[in-house]
Nanobody, 128 residues
Framework: QLQLVESGGGLVQPGGSLRLSCAAS????????IGWFRQAPGKEREGVSC????????YYADSVKGRFTISRDNAKNTVYLQMNSLKPEDTAVYSC?????????????????????WGQGTQVTVSS
């Protein structure tokens, strides 16, 4: 089965850290740009961070710059999102997606933009 599987979510106190993983199953992440997205209850889905297939371009939402770091390990077929200094407003379901479309638009896709694969998501809750 071809899919992306996220892991690493959980409950953390404000100021804490989590590392999310996005692992590909049944296919290789080589050649795919990968993005992390989040959606909180009652809010639109937001592009958090994206990384190019060649690992030379990364994008971050203004709300996470300086706190989150995206990286990829193609040998492990996995993309990571290191989240530090977490805030209550970071609480959301985090999902990863893979695409071969233009990486520059991946985190803020225009209408019609296509992702080849989506994961099911992992819950991140930041609360004291």
């Amino acid at each position: 089965q071809l899919q992306l599987v996220e892991s690493g979510g959980g409950l953390v106190q404000p100021g804490g850290s989590l590392r999310l993983s996005c692992a590909a199953s049944g296919f290789t992440l080589d050649g795919y740009h990968i993005g992390w997205f989040r959606q909180a209850p009652g809010k639109e889905r937001e592009g958090v961070s994206c990384i190019s297939s060649s690992d030379d371009l990364t994008y971050y939402a203004d709300s996470v710059k300086g706190r989150f770091t995206i990286s990829r390990d193609n040998a492990k077929n996995t993309v990571y999102l290191q989240m530090n200094s977490l805030k209550p407003e970071d609480t959301a379901v985090y999902s990863c997606a893979a695409t071969t479309w233009a990486v520059q638009a991946m985190c803020a896709p225009p209408p019609g933009y296509e992702y080849r694969y989506w994961g099911q998501g992992t819950q991140v809750t930041v609360s004291s």
